[in-house]
């Protein structure tokens, strides 16, 4: 076990400071940490990306400080290089329980989601493996709608399934102020005149985490506007080549990592298209590193919005839209 953790933690500070997350969606790939939340041999294997992943932590070298009144899976924080940081039990939320001889050996994956810095118990980091999006899967065979807690499944080289979770639904459970403030959606476009091409438009939403889906869809049935969501970004732009008027849709938002398709291959596809081009391309995305800013605006994106601060999509959506208008007319 400490082999395989010295192992993970060697390749992750190689990767702290290099721009290999970029290439990667740029390339529509995705590096991702495989761990197990249990060491019995049937266990399956999660993974979650390289990117949202700080460093993995022995739980024995760290004290866990129990915090009256919280959520039932957040088990307490620790105190690392200065920081407290939550600890979520991510073996219960997918029901499993570790016995105290289990927590003792397991490990702490320390995650970063948006700066919201989280860590989650899993037993042991098995290795880092990279992948294209179009090896990546939906789960539509055991994926229970909103509740599931799946969002892609891919393979591992002895053919063994492997599991991505929706850890912004986990996230969204146990710390849930860190997440969307809905009501706050509305207040940002109170002052704002409302463009027709929206009003009557349908925007385009490519995103896989039914967590974001749901924080997206209540934004825009709240503002009364038509959205149509696409579980990735296959999809959107088949949806796009069969639409007799491109030009009449207001705008799209879309994810960066997503199953089949990235969301920057999205932008260069809408973007290299003479009759999607002038569309406004919203960048909905977890992924908030200065680099992915600025490959997605190198690729045309006209805004970037962290996933956390989804609230404020609309008021983007519009100032985009009336700079494109502007750009039109001159």
């Not at 805004?303 to 601060?309: E, M, P, S, V």
Request: charged share 25%; proline share 5%.
């Amino acid at each position: 076990m400490i082999k395989e953790y010295k192992y993970i933690e060697v390749i992750m500070s190689l990767l702290e400071n290099v721009d290999a997350a970029t290439n990667l969606a740029k390339n529509n790939e995705v590096q991702l940490l495989v761990f197990k939340i249990d060491a019995s041999e049937g266990s399956p294997y999660y993974a979650i990306n390289v990117f949202k992943t700080r460093e993995v932590v022995e739980a024995k070298r760290h004290h866990l400080t129990l915090i009256p009144g919280t959520h039932p899976l957040l088990e307490g924080s620790i105190v690392l290089r200065e920081v407290q940081i939550p600890i979520l039990n991510l073996p219960k939320w997918l029901g499993v329980e570790l016995d105290p001889v289990k927590k003792k050996t397991s490990n702490l994956l320390i995650c970063d989601f948006n700066g919201v810095i989280i860590g989650i118990r899993i037993m042991y980091a098995y290795r880092v493996i990279k992948k294209n999006w179009s090896e990546m899967h939906a789960p539509d065979s055991y994926s229970l709608g909103d509740e599931g807690l799946v969002i892609n499944d891919t393979r591992l080289d002895d053919g063994s399934l492997c599991l991505v979770l929706d850890y912004e639904k986990l996230l969204s459970e146990v710390i849930p102020q860190a997440m969307v403030n809905v009501d706050k959606a509305l207040e940002g476009i109170k002052n704002l005149p409302m463009p027709e091409k929206l009003k009557n438009g349908t925007v385009l939403i490519a995103e896989d985490s039914k967590t974001a889906q749901r924080h997206l869809r209540n934004i825009f049935d709240r503002a009364h506007l038509s959205y149509q969501i696409f579980n990735n970004g296959k999809d959107l732009i088949e949806f796009v080549t069969r639409h007799p008027d491109p030009a009449s849709i207001p705008a799209v938002i879309t994810d960066i990592e997503m199953p089949e398709m990235s969301g920057f291959t999205v932008i260069q596809r809408l973007k290299a298209n003479p009759l999607t081009k002038a569309i406004p391309i919203i960048v909905n995305s977890s992924m908030t590193g200065e680099n992915n800013k600025r490959e997605a605006a190198g690729l045309g994106a006209d805004g970037f919005i962290d996933k956390t601060k989804s609230e404020n999509i609309l008021p983007l959506i519009i100032m985009k839209m009336e700079a494109a208008k502007q750009k039109l007319l001159s």
